[in-house]
C-alpha cells in the first residue's frame, strides 16, 4: 500500500497521524512537490485525475480526500473499530466533524492564508472573521468535552489536529478559545505521530517566508 503525500501538507499529516495511531505501514511513501508541480504528471493523474495530495494506493484500489483515506485504513486495517466506531450516532457525529472540518474549519484557513502565502495578496478581514466563526463553533462542540466527537478519541481528534496546528504554525492566536486551548494540549499527547505532524507544520511553515 502506497501513500502519495508531502510532509507540510495538512490533510497528508492527519493520514499519516492515523496511520501511526492503527500501526499501519506504507510499503512506500512517495512525497509529492506540488509547488513543483509533481501532481500533474501522466502518472500520478492516472491513479488521482483530481491531482490532490494525499492519495492512497491500495494494491490497484487508489483513493484521495484524506478524511475517507482516514475512514479506510480503520475500516480496512484498524484492529478494532475505536477510532472510527460501527455504532451509528457515534459514528455519524465524527462524520460530522469531518465534514466541518474539511467546510468550515480547515476552508477558513485556506481562504484566509492561502492567498497571502502563495500569491502574495493582503489579508482579507472577512476572511479572518470566519476563522474566527469556525473557532467559535469548534469552541462550543468541546464544552465540557475531553475529545472533539462524543465521549471518546476519534478520527475526529486527529482531523482537528491536523488542522489547528497548521494555524498555529501560521500564528493564529487560537488560545482565547479556551477549550480548543485545553483539548489541543491534550491531544498533543495523545496522539501518535504527533511530533513528526510538528515537523510537517515547520516545513508548512516555511511558504510563509519565500
Ligand atoms: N480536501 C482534500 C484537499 C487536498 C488538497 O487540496 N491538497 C493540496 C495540498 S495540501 C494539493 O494537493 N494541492 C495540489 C493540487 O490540488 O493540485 C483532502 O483533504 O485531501
Redesign the pocket.
Known amino acids: 500500500m502506497d501513500l502519495y503525500y ?1 510532509p507540510g ?4 499529516r ?1 493520514v499519516l497521524m492515523t496511520a501511526k495511531a492503527l500501526g499501519v505501514e506504507f510499503d512506500k511513501k512517495t512525497i ?1 512537490n ?1 509547488r513543483a ?1 509533481e ?2 504528471t501522466p502518472e500520478y493523474l492516472k491513479i488521482n485525475p ?5 492519495t492512497l494506493h491500495d494494491h490497484g484500489f487508489a483513493l ?4 475517507a ?1 482516514m475512514v479506510y485504513l480503520v475500516e480496512k486495517y484498524g484492529k478494532d473499530d475505536k477510532l472510527f466506531p460501527k455504532d451509528v450516532q457515534k459514528q455519524a457525529l465524527i462524520n460530522q466533524r469531518l465534514y466541518f472540518d ?1 467546510g468550515t474549519l ?1 476552508k477558513s484557513f485556506s481562504e484566509y492564508y492561502y492567498p497571502q502565502i502563495f500569491l502574495k495578496k493582503p489579508a482579507n478581514e472577512e476572511n479572518y472573521k470566519k476563522i474566527e466563526v469556525a473557532f467559535e463553533f469548534l469552541n462550543t462542540f468541546l464544552e465540557g468535552q475531553t475529545y472533539s466527537a462524543g465521549g471518546d478519541y476519534s478520527l475526529a481528534d486527529i482531523a482537528f489536529l491536523a488542522t489547528v496546528s497548521t494555524f498555529d504554525v501560521a500564528g493564529f492566536d487560537f488560545k482565547r478559545y479556551a477549550n480548543v486551548a485545553r483539548w489541543y494540549e491534550n491531544a498533543k499527547k495523545l496522539t501518535p505521530g504527533w511530533e513528526e505532524n510538528w515537523a510537517g507544520c515547520q516545513e508548512f511553515r516555511k511558504y510563509f517566508d519565500n
Do not use: D, L, V
Not at 501538507?9 to 497528508?12: D, G, H, M, Y
Not at 483530481?50 to 494525499?54: D, E, K, L, M, S
Open positions: 508531502r501538507s495538512a490533510p497528508c492527519s509529492i506540488t508541480r501532481q500533474f483530481q491531482h490532490t495530495i494525499p484521495w480526500e484524506s478524511r483515506i474539511m480547515y
